[in-house]
């Protein structure tokens, strides 16, 4: 008969790894929530899949931060704090090249909720059409960014529509573009984007009952009312809980 | 009797050597060319079946040709029963997890993998074959997938490069405990994904673009092809060449990524000399393995590098001529470079039957 110290160790993998995870969850939800959020429909966005009984809720944040027009969130300084080589002037002829060598990095990145940055953006569009997308979709707007989860809060304490959510920033240069019939003249510049922010939030039972229970999952065009708010609270290590939801309905 | 047959796949040459030299020995008999004499006949037909049978007892393996063609059936059914299985377990959870409660969830997914890992002891301890036991052991590693991928799903946890390098090990484990290349191929896979996301985390990158630096893996690849050179097999002599294949391949792929992709090295300067160094040693390394199999009768490894010459001399002759010469005569041209490859390996291949022969 085999030993039996190689099916030992792989029972005791699976109950370590396990433990290991478990422990994890537990230090992030032990005491006192990191922040707390209330967010709609507009938000975090519902898809009901018939192969798939959990109900996930996707975090989406405004597009309004990649405008082509020259509004960008975080300055070169604040790129360069990321860890990003910024040697090179975004005028340079080969700033192209060397930005776009630079794989995506972690950061920490601040997002304001319904707040003056995302009013201004929103005020500043022209377009009908993206006018009238933007007002049905997100109000979360990336505001601020450091290599520091606690540097980060500490510039934005005592603002509850502020979270701190943990994400991949990548860097590109952008050429200069001179003005135009409806554009202004913009500057060579270094911008950033988000490429991935942890945006699936499962939702638990009792709670998921009720978005099984909806009729619609998408809100329609003329209605003020949210189909849902959920309030989302924040652990030690940044992973979100959902507290609690309401469906005004 | 055994000889010293330590593993299955031992077992399996001895048996298919002792077929052939029966096959052999007829082939003589009937060309007048040796003939044994009724005591020699009788004693090696008695030694053959004894040891066959001996054999076929102690490894279960495959002593006629009929049953080889038929094990290679069984083979290819339980690899893909166990994927069906594996996509039925994991559609199954994702289809009825959502109506029992978190406890009830965590508790599933944790014990999925143990029962599995029982379920495959289990089947090992009753069929010396470990068809049924392959394809546990593939089930056992998706519910441990799905066991951690489940939980931090469960949790919005951040993911994590350590999943990776639980997967791996797990895989490892049971590789070793039931002597199965698949499950060993798929650990390496992930402990060489979970080494290079490490790095990547440590630079201060995000651990999902570890694919994003094939410089990691050029090195890799080598120290897994190295590995048998250290780790010594005396139970599953298969592994060592299931560590040099593996570990060629993931070499040639990376250097064969910064060949065409000279952007994602770490080296600084132009891109474009990046990946002509990269193709040239992509040529360079592919022919030195050739040599080196060649030397060391590692099959694989010759067949595997002379695969990826043609493709590294393909890339090259593309990148010189593709953009001006005229599809026709590009088409062309390979295909004289292939027959003039042919030649020369044929003039290789007499070569080394001489110096065999001397």
């Known amino acids: 008969m085999r030993k039996l110290t190689s099916l030992f160790a792989a029972v005791a993998l699976v109950l370590i790894a396990n433990a290991f995870a478990l422990v994890h969850i537990a230090r992030n939800r032990a005491g006192q929530a990191t922040q707390e959020i209330t967010l709609t429909d507009r938000e975090l966005q519902y898809y009901r899949d018939s192969d798939d009984s959990g109900v996930r809720l996707q975090l989406q944040y405004s597009s309004l931060s990649h405008d082509w027009t020259g509004l960008t969130w975080l300055d070169r300084k604040q790129v360069c704090s990321l860890g990003f080589d910024c040697s090179v002037e975004p005028g340079d002829p080969r700033a192209y090249d060397f930005y776009l060598r630079q794989r995506p990095r972690t950061a920490f990145v601040a997002f304001e909720y319904d707040g003056p940055a995302w009013q201004k953006a929103f005020t500043a569009l022209q377009d009908p059409n993206r006018l009238e997308n933007e007002r049905r979709a997100s109000r979360l707007l990336p505001i601020d960014a450091a290599p520091d989860a606690a540097q980060l809060r500490g510039g934005y304490a005592g603002r509850t529509n502020v979270i701190i959510l943990p994400a991949i920033v990548r860097i590109q240069s952008d050429p200069a573009y001179p003005a135009q019939l409806n554009r202004p003249a913009r500057p060579a510049r270094i911008s950033a984007f988000l490429v991935q922010i942890p945006s699936n939030i499962h939702v638990p039972k009792p709670y998921s009952d009720g978005f099984r229970a909806m009729t619609q999952t998408s809100r329609s065009e003329k209605s003020e009312t949210p189909l849902y708010r959920v309030t989302l609270r924040y652990g030690q290590f940044l992973e979100p809980w959902v507290a609690e939801v309401e469906f005004p309905h | ?358």
């Open chain 2, 1 to 358: 009797m055994n000889g010293g047959t330590q593993s299955r796949s031992e077992a399996q040459s001895r048996a298919d050597r002792i077929r052939m030299v029966r096959r052999e020995l007829a082939e003589l008999e009937r060309e007048g060319v040796l003939t044994l004499t009724a005591e020699q006949r009788g004693s090696f037909e008695e030694y053959a079946d004894k040891t066959l049978k001996l054999l076929a007892e102690q490894f279960d393996v495959d002593t006629t040709d009929s049953q080889k063609r038929v094990s290679w059936g069984l083979r290819i059914a339980s690899t893909l029963g166990g994927l069906a299985m594996c996509a039925a377990v994991l559609l199954f959870f994702s289809r009825y997890w959502g109506y029992v409660s978190t406890p009830v969830q965590v508790a599933v997914v944790m014990l999925l993998p143990l029962a599995s890992l029982a379920g495959t002891e289990y089947a090992a301890r009753k069929e010396r074959t470990l068809y049924f036991a392959g394809l546990l052991a593939l089930i056992a590693l998706a519910c441990s997938i799905l066991n951690l991928a489940a939980l931090g799903s469960i949790f919005n946890m951040t993911s994590s490069q350590n999943a990776l390098l639980a997967w791996g090990l797990f895989a490892l484990l049971l590789a070793y405990r039931y002597g199965l290349r698949p499950l060993l191929v798929m650990a390496v896979g992930f402990l060489l994904s979970w080494a290079s996301a490490t790095l990547m985390v440590r630079f201060g990158l995000h651990w999902v673009n570890f694919g994003d630096r094939p410089e990691h893996f050029v090195v890799m690849g080598l120290l897994v092809f190295a590995a048998p050179m250290v780790i010594v097999h005396k139970r599953h002599t298969d592994f060592p060449a299931v560590y040099r294949l593996a570990g060629v391949f993931v070499f040639f792929v990376a250097v064969l990524a910064l060949a065409e992709w000279g952007g994602h090295s770490y080296f600084p300067g132009a891109t474009k000399t990046i990946e002509r160094i990269y193709e040239f040693l992509g040529l360079i390394s592919t022919a030195g393995f050739i040599a080196l199999g060649i030397r060391r009768q590692w099959d694989g490894v010759v067949n595997l590098s002379a695969a990826f010459f043609v493709i590294f001399l393909f890339c090259r002759l593309y990148h010189w001529w593709w953009d001006w010469m005229p599809r026709f005569v590009f088409f062309g041209v390979i295909g004289g470079i292939a027959i003039l490859l042919v030649l020369a390996f044929k003039r290789m291949r007499a070569g080394l039957k001489e110096g065999a022969e001397a």
